[in-house]
């Protein structure tokens, strides 16, 4: 029987692949993953309610929507600007996600970390909360006067997971952001400063002895396999040993909207397209 996945979820801190229906599979990192993708990929729709064209999209997008699926996605988001009435209390965030790598953030306060979590944020701290208006305005003041970006690719920080610097180096970069933050002027007459609490991810993700990163899944095509054992899992990247002994990454964001297959981990090997470190690509024939 096949399942349709909607990727990774954070519940209380702790992953789980999301399912049609509403169903949770928790991710315990140690076991050994294995299904087979079937038939053609299809839109998962936007805002709870079924794409109602059932369009095809590629393998290789990690949206995993159709355009008018993803349009109406982004209206409702709060990076669109577009619910400026919304009452809810919002948390400006700074996260850490490797060296060179920080940016500012915002979330809605009831979520707590689960975004940082999806990001795949090594480290952080909240920095202020108040209205969604008076947040995005500090967020955009803060992510100029810091010159830091609004997103940093996962390529990069999937590939610097297994090589981090020890908890403190990694507060301490979180640390001085934070004092450069306060010593910007003007967000805190609108936003109400919150204390320096640096978290740490490392354990949460269990990238702690992660091996050298070998490479990652590009796209999934009818019939290909992702099998090995789950070592971490990192925003919506798993991490996996292959067969062969190679760390590689599948973000799950590739996943969407395929029906999966389950099968034995323990004699399958990987044949999906896979782009690996040293440059190359490898390519498989998978059957139809």
């Not at 990727?7 to 692949?17: A, Y």
């Not at 805002?47 to 008018?68: D, F, K, M």
């Not at 490797?98 to 500012?104: A, E, F, L, N, T």
């Not at 920095?127 to 006067?145: C, I, S």
Request: proline share 7%; with cysteine.
């Amino acid at each position: 029987m096949g399942w349709r996945s909607g990727g990774v979820t954070w519940q209380n801190g702790e992953p789980g692949l999301r399912w049609d229906g509403g169903r949770v599979s928790a991710l315990a990192y140690g076991r050994l993953i294995g299904f087979r993708a079937v038939g053609e990929r299809l839109c998962p729709g936007a805002r709870g309610s079924v794409c109602p064209l059932r369009s095809v999209v590629a393998g290789s997008s990690t949206g995993g929507q159709c355009a008018e699926c993803n349009r109406l996605d982004r209206l409702h988001s709060v990076a669109a600007d577009t619910i400026a009435d919304d009452p809810r209390p919002y948390r400006v965030y700074l996260a850490w996600f490797g060296p060179g790598m920080i940016k500012v953030g915002i979330t809605a306060e009831e979520r707590g970390a689960a975004r940082l979590l999806e990001q795949g944020a090594i480290a952080f701290s909240w920095l202020g909360r108040g209205p969604l208006m008076a947040g995005r305005r500090t967020e955009e003041v803060l992510r100029h006067a810091l010159a830091v970006p609004d997103r940093i690719p996962y390529r990069r920080k999937r590939s610097v997971r297994h090589r981090l610097p020890p908890d403190p180096d990694r507060a301490r970069g979180i640390e001085e952001l934070y004092r450069r933050a306060v010593e910007v002027g003007g967000w805190t007459e609108t936003l109400e400063r919150l204390p320096l609490e640096v978290h740490d991810h490392v354990a949460a993700f269990g990238i702690a002895d992660l091996p050298v990163y070998d490479g990652n899944v590009s796209r999934l095509a009818p019939g290909g396999i992702v099998a090995g054992r789950l070592l971490a899992v990192a925003g919506p990247d798993l991490h996996l040993l292959d067969r062969t002994g190679r760390h590689l990454t599948l973000d799950t964001r590739l996943i969407t909207g395929w029906q999966i297959e389950a099968l034995p981990a323990e004699t399958a090997d990987m044949t999906v397209p896979l782009t690996l470190e040293d440059g190359q690509d490898q390519l498989f024939e998978t059957p139809a």
